[in-house]
């Protein structure tokens, strides 16, 4: 983007602190002096947060991988052309909570919709558009299911009664995506209590984008 800004996300399963941490990144940049946004996918402008209750509301058979595959991108095109992209020009550092590898990992990896397809579908509506950094929040599947079930989520805990099996493939399948693009991203244990993950989330920030934040 010419604008200078930045686009950091936020990966990983259920109950893995991604929106504790990207509430604690926003901070520490903002406090670093830098014009920040914070968003989330699916969502994070209106067309795409009524999408979102689609998505993360009812039965876990509601729709198919695919189904969810095809609501995510259209969400998704909302969302970049809405809030990213405008946030991105206009030199705001914009740091979201979840972005496409979730959409790899939970309707590819462990939804079985082939990663090709998911490829092609991401770069109709974003072209060769990436994230500058994304930061993988490790966690056991079992571990991760118990922190949502005690976190609870107002209604939006569909793809968290989807069963322990498919959040076992959902982790391999973020791990892979981290081993894959070692480049963009960057795998942190989020079994640490939430100061270390975050203090890790800095040395991510300094040593990928050369860039310092105070704790």
């Known amino acids: 983007m010419a604008g200078g800004g930045r686009f950091i996300t936020f990966e990983g399963g259920e109950g893995g602190g991604k929106s504790t941490q990207a509430a604690l990144l926003v901070a520490a940049l903002e406090r670093a002096g830098l014009p920040v946004l914070r968003t989330r996918e699916p969502g994070g402008a209106p067309g795409a947060e009524e999408i979102r209750r ?39 550092w914009v740091v979201a909570d979840r972005f496409a590898d979730s959409t790899l990992a939970y309707q590819g990896y462990a939804g079985g919709v082939p990663l090709r397809q998911l490829r092609q579908l991401y770069r109709i509506v974003a072209g060769d558009f990436a994230p500058d950094l994304t930061l993988i929040l490790d966690v056991p599947a079992e571990i991760g299911l118990a922190r949502a079930k005690q976190r609870g989520g107002a209604g939006e805990d569909r793809f ?56």
């Open 54 to 92: 689609l998505l993360v509301e009812g039965a876990p058979g509601r729709w198919d991988a695919l189904g969810e595959a095809l609501l995510v991108t259209a969400a998704r095109r909302d969302h970049l052309v809405n809030t990213v992209w405008p946030a991105l020009e206009a030199g705001r």
């Open 160 to 215: 968290e009664r989807m069963g322990l099996a498919f959040h076992a493939k959902l982790r391999a399948g973020f791990r892979a995506i981290a081993r894959r693009e070692a480049e963009r991203c960057v795998l942190i244990d989020a079994t640490a209590d939430v100061g270390a993950v975050h203090a890790a989330v800095r040395a991510a920030i300094a040593e990928r984008l050369a860039l310092r934040l105070g704790a």
